[in-house]
């Protein structure tokens, strides 16, 4: 086994480090360069539930707002103007893509109620996915609904999904339960193979002269990775479900840390934005020269030894 290599939903990395959705997992070109660069797997941009039934989904429009209300994003995501088009262009894209590249291609289902989406799930098996992301992503505002019905309503979704596809699945959480140790391990239970902390919300911010909510898209910044750390070490060791990382890596220490906390994966995306997709090489350089200077044989050796099982005062997490 390399020095780098991982697992992940039960397929083969070349490494821990991939490229979670975002508009450079959004064209086959660009899931290619990903690959050259060393990126050991991709997931797609994610194919919102309103988009299958066809509503107006105001995603685009969200995009490309809040592009504007950041000189930084406007910058850096070019590609907005064409991002995320719709259920055919999704299955057309797993299938050239599955065509042309080695690396897992990962698909993004992001669904909050069951319903024709779930066939979708199906098409996107059939369309050759090497997995499928469950996308958790949704605001509840409705003060009558309880945190128990929206968890039990989350874990019924995953149980249906896992019912419906055979292609390995994980499911990507937001950070905002009571508990999201218990919550992991609900989601765990329900069949979700992958956990993978956590969703980044768009955060509306307001115009406070026109008086308007504006909605805005800021690259991450690297101190959010740490919530994400303490997360994946507490549910290290206590599910069976491989633990991811997205949010805040952008550096191989980044990863270095993501893998101790006991993520089979560390996902990138504003770094590679930023950066450039050059940027994962570095990285991966970085990291081989971190493992052999620490003395570690392999990332697997190194994987959870931060964990909540693994260290030998858990109550410091
Ligand atoms: C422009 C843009 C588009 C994104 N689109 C999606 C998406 O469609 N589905 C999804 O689950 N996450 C999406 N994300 C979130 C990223 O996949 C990632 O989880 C998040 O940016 C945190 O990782 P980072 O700190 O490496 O950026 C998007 C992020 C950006 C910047």
Redesign the pocket.
């Known amino acids: 086994m390399s020095l780098l290599e991982s697992r992940y939903l039960g397929l083969p990395l070349k490494s821990p480090l991939a490229a979670?959705?975002?508009?450079l997992t959004d064209s086959v070109d660009g899931i290619c360069r990903l690959e050259d660069h060393g990126l050991a797997a991709v997931?797609l941009?994610?194919l919102f539930e309103e988009q299958l039934e066809l509503e107006s989904v105001g995603l685009q429009a969200d995009?490309s707002r809040g592009s504007n209300g950041f000189a930084e994003a406007a910058s850096f995501?070019p590609e907005?103007a064409t991002y995320?088009l719709g259920p055919d262009h999704y299955l057309e894209l797993i299938r050239r893509a599955r065509e042309r590249v080695e690396i897992p291609v990962i698909a993004?289902l992001?669904g909050t109620s069951p319903g024709g989406w779930l066939d979708y799930a199906r098409l996107i098996e059939q369309a050759g996915a090497s997995a499928l992301e469950l996308?958790l992503?949704a605001i509840e505002t409705d003060p009558l609904r309880t945190g128990v019905e929206i968890e039990t309503r989350q874990r019924d979704m995953v149980r249906m999904v896992r019912e419906a596809v055979s292609v390995p699945l994980s499911v990507?959480l937001s950070p905002f339960y009571s508990s999201i140790a218990n919550v992991g391990c609900g989601l765990d239970d329900a069949g979700a193979q992958g956990l993978v902390m956590f969703?980044?919300f768009y955060q509306p911010d307001f115009d406070i002269v026109e008086r308007e909510v504006v909605n805005t898209?800021a690259?991450?910044h690297p101190s959010?990775l740490l919530v994400r750390l303490h997360w994946t070490a507490i549910l290290s060791g206590r599910v069976r479900a491989d633990l991811a990382i997205?949010?805040?890596?952008h550096e191989a220490e980044d990863v270095v840390k993501c893998v101790m906390a006991g993520a089979r994966v560390a996902?990138?995306?504003?770094?590679l934005?930023k950066h450039g997709t050059g940027h994962a090489r570095r990285v991966l350089a970085e990291l081989a020269d971190w493992l052999d200077e620490h003395e570690y044989a392999s990332v697997e050796q190194m994987c959870g030894c931060m964990g909540y099982t693994a260290v030998p005062n858990p109550a410091a997490f």
């Open positions: 979670s959705s975002s508009p997931v941009p994610s995009l995501l907005l995320n993004s992001n996308n992503y990507k969703n980044r898209l690259l991450s959010e997205t949010g805040g890596v996902f990138m995306a504003s770094a934005l």
